[in-house]
């Protein structure tokens, strides 16, 4: 396997609870080869940026999706990266959620 179990975390920017939370957006598979999937039920804004960034915090992929407010599936291959650990960062409106 390329990468062991993956950490959720949550950062919230503002003062406002965010209407997401981390245990609404999964990476599958959990443990994977360097392709994988993000599955949400959907975003609080229509467009969201989801950028992937290497230990060092090169970023390897940054895309814009638009129509993220429904159940929301995501495609991603990683697999002609190095093998390390890799932090996927989705910036919805003010708020943004970290996995890595």
Same mark, same amino acid.
């Given at each position: 396997?390329?990468?062991?179990?993956l950490?959720?975390?949550?950062?919230s920017?503002? $003062?406002?609870?965010?209407?997401?939370?981390?245990?609404?957006i999964?990476?599958?598979?959990?443990?994977? &080869?360097?392709?994988?999937?993000? #599955?949400s &039920?959907?975003?609080n804004?229509?467009?969201?940026?989801i950028?992937? #960034?290497?230990? #060092?915090? #090169?970023?390897?992929?940054?895309?814009?999706?638009?129509?993220?407010?429904?159940?929301f &599936?995501?495609?991603?291959?990683? $697999?002609g990266e190095?093998?390390?650990?890799?932090?996927?960062?989705?910036?919805?409106g003010?708020? $943004?959620?970290?996995?890595s």
């Amino acid at each position: 396997m390329r990468w062991s179990n993956l950490t959720i975390s949550r950062l919230s920017t503002g $003062i406002n609870e965010a209407d997401i939370t981390s245990s609404e957006i999964k990476l599958v598979p959990n443990q994977t &080869n360097g392709s994988f999937e993000i #599955r949400s &039920n959907g975003f609080n804004n229509p467009t969201i940026n989801i950028s992937i #960034r290497d230990i #060092r915090g #090169r970023i390897i992929s940054s895309d814009f999706v638009d129509d993220a407010t429904d159940n929301f &599936n995501k495609s991603v291959d990683l $697999i002609g990266e190095s093998i390390e650990v890799y932090f996927i960062t989705i910036l919805n409106g003010q708020t $943004i959620i970290n996995k890595s």
